[in-house]
């Protein structure tokens, strides 16, 4: 609303407004710091798995090593395959979101996963 505020990095709307240090899109709620604004392309950066491999959302990956789960008594065995994953920037190095079958849905780190 206010003409010099930036467009959002995200969706381009024009609507943002600023709430306390950051400014805020009301269309697809992103928000981001007013004095570092945010290019486009900035966080895209290339996710690569356990050999190499570069990944991208909607892969398929096998889990290479057993993987404990937190609070629980379960455990993800090697060679579990997960289907459809999602690229983000994750809580730590956590950079994969997926549903894993019988276990549900969980993130995941791209270190101990290889592309099918």
Avoid: F
């Amino acid at each position: 609303m206010n003409e010099s505020l930036p467009p959002c990095p995200k969706c381009s709307s024009e609507y943002t407004y600023e709430m306390g240090a950051l400014l805020v899109c009301p269309e697809c709620a992103h928000e981001w710091s007013a004095e570092a604004p945010e290019t486009p392309g900035a966080a895209d950066a290339v996710i690569k798995d356990a050999v190499g491999n570069v990944l991208a959302d909607g892969d398929t990956v096998t889990v290479i090593k057993d993987l404990k789960i937190k609070g629980s008594s379960t455990v993800i065995k090697v060679g579990t395959k997960v289907r459809g994953i999602r690229l983000m920037d994750g809580v730590g190095d956590h950079d994969i979101d997926c549903k894993v079958d019988g276990v549900g849905p969980m993130q995941l780190k791209s270190s101990v996963v290889k592309k099918v």
